[in-house]
């Protein structure tokens, strides 16, 4: 009795900071401290809050378990430590079949459990838009990005497209974010983007947007759908080291009004940057780490 007496009053006080705790969470601390998310909770894409639900949630049922574990075993060593005048080894247990069959069904649960959310995310988050308001070709190569905006994806007609470079580091270090190459997509629109690669395996990873996958060569099947729900400039690099210069292989994704983005394809095509992108930009059109292509008589260009 007067241990569950101590008990009682050890758990109210846990509880109280427990719910105070929780109720006075940001919204940056409620989604784990990962990024793609503001101030007020908005998230980057409609998938993000997912991603960042299912990582949060998970960690606060193994962080449950941890604490009853480390108080069960902080009980066993208090409840059964050896008393002043005792002598030898306590009384010594086989087994305790109740202890045992607990201590397998409730891993056993978590395992399951674990396993059925993660797979009904990954089945939403895996599903592909039939016919999506817009649809991008991305292309990873040593050690950068291509990009081509499809139009009508049943024929790229009308396909307008950027090459990169990789990025370009000062003396001091540092990059200018403006020189790398970037994806440009329209708020809330349904987007499909085509993964591929020209050589080796990359990994396409938009940091705010809480999800990577990998773009193989030889196969074009790997797709990504989703729709950009805020404004702004986010950070993407490959996850998948590549070679030489993988730290190198960054790029941009800006997210803009539809008018924006309808303004920037037009500007591809006054450019002359339409249809297929082709084998002349495959694998290191760029000489590592300067950007420049080095013609026969060993002078370079841009």
Not at 137 to 143: E, H, L, R, V, Y
Not at 232 to 251: I, P, W
Not at 275 to 280: F, L, S, V, Y
Not at 283 to 289: C, H, I, K, T
Request: aromatic share 12%; net charge negative.
């Amino acid at each position: 009795m007067r241990f569950k007496r101590r008990l009682r009053w050890a758990v109210i006080p846990l509880g109280i900071v427990t719910a105070v705790s929780l109720a006075a969470c940001t919204p940056t601390e409620l989604n784990g401290y990962l990024p793609g998310f503001t101030d007020d909770g908005t998230q980057a894409t409609n998938r993000t809050e997912m991603v960042s639900g299912l990582w949060v949630n998970s960690w606060i049922v193994l962080l449950a378990v941890g604490v009853l574990t480390w108080g069960l075993m902080a009980f066993a060593a208090i409840a059964y430590r050896r008393r002043r005048g005792q002598t030898g080894l306590p009384v010594q247990l086989r087994y305790n079949m109740p202890i045992e069959i607990f201590y397998t069904i409730v891993p056993l649960i978590l395992v399951i459990g674990f396993f059925a959310f993660t797979a009904r995310d990954q089945s939403i988050l895996e599903t592909q838009y039939d016919d999506p308001e817009v649809s991008i070709t991305a292309i990873g190569k040593q050690w950068a990005w291509d990009f081509q905006y499809n139009g009508d994806e049943s024929d790229n007609s009308d396909a307008v497209w950027t090459m990169g470079v990789q990025a370009q580091p000062d003396a001091n270090g540092d990059i200018d974010q403006a020189e790398l190459p970037t994806l440009v997509l329209p708020v809330n629109k349904e987007v499909k983007i085509n993964l591929q690669s020209r050589d080796v395996i990359h990994s396409f990873w938009v940091i705010d947007f809480l999800y990577k996958k990998d773009m193989y060569p030889h196969r074009d099947t790997n797709s990504w759908s989703f729709v950009p729900t805020r404004e702004g400039t986010y950070a993407g690099k490959c996850a998948e080291l590549c070679g030489e210069y993988h730290s190198m292989m960054l790029f941009n994704v800006k997210v803009v009004s539809e008018q924006e983005y309808e303004e920037y394809l037009e500007s591809l095509r006054e450019s002359g940057q339409t249809g297929d992108i082709n084998t002349a930009y495959d694998r290191l059109q760029n000489a590592p780490g300067t950007g420049a292509v080095t013609d026969d008589s060993g002078e370079g260009s841009h």
